[in-house]
């Protein structure tokens, strides 16, 4: 199948706090998008890729992603919305015809490996739609009517994480019926079960997939690349 990768990178990183876009800070050398597309290059079914750039700062995420050498794939940027659910619906606007199979991964994963990536996208073509995730280490309680909490059984959750893959035409009409009725989700995988009638292949994360949100999250990423 041809696959296309959709890289929404267009957070404010208000966050952070380093009173720039997320995509474009440094980590360890590289700006963070350049960085996360580059564990992808290897992956030689992906004929296409859009970055999804905060509005403003598409010349600053271009100048990013100078010095990317990837054969065989068109890499282009264009501006997102203001949520991610908006920017991967402009993302997923700017795929040509021929993509069989669309990859979403957000910008701020710098450490995702080839072999989470490969066996997303090999369970997304059996099933149609794949997550990568990872089950909690600490244990986990929910808040409950009244006040108070009650403990889950960790063993029986998943951290859902991305990269994310699907048919393109399935994830295309759950962000339409999604947008026409006014609905919001935190990810891809809850818009194709809501709207597509997917079931979502989970895959378990080979190795740390952190997300960088927070200061702390920067720190200890750009600590292990350096080491």
Not at 153 to 167: G, H, I, M, Y
């Amino acid at each position: 199948m041809s696959t296309a990768l959709v890289i929404p990178a267009a957070g404010t990183g208000r966050r952070l706090g380093l009173g720039k876009p997320k995509a474009i800070i440094d980590v360890a050398g590289i700006p963070m998008v350049r960085r996360t597309l580059s564990r992808f290059e290897r992956v030689n079914e992906i004929v296409c890729t859009v970055v999804v750039a905060p509005p403003g700062f598409l010349p600053d995420v271009r100048n990013a992603l100078l010095g990317l050498r990837w054969e065989g794939c068109e890499v282009s940027v264009v501006a997102g919305g203001s949520t991610r659910q908006d920017s991967v619906r402009c993302g997923l606007a700017a795929l040509g015809p021929k993509v069989d199979l669309v990859c979403v991964h957000d910008a701020a994963r710098p450490l995702v490996t080839h072999t989470t990536i490969s066996a997303v996208l090999d369970a997304a073509r059996q099933s149609g739609a794949a997550v990568a995730a990872s089950r909690p280490n600490d244990s986990v309680r929910e808040d409950v009517e009244g006040g108070g909490t009650r403990p889950l059984d960790r063993s029986r959750l998943w951290l859902v994480e991305t990269p994310q893959a699907f048919k393109l035409d399935m994830l295309r009409n759950a962000h339409e019926r999604a947008r026409a009725v006014g609905y919001a989700a935190t990810d891809d995988a809850t818009l194709v079960e809501w709207f597509g009638g997917a079931t979502v292949t989970i895959v378990e994360s080979d190795g740390w997939n952190p997300k960088i949100t927070r200061p702390a999250d920067l720190r200890i990423v750009r600590q292990m690349l350096d080491g």
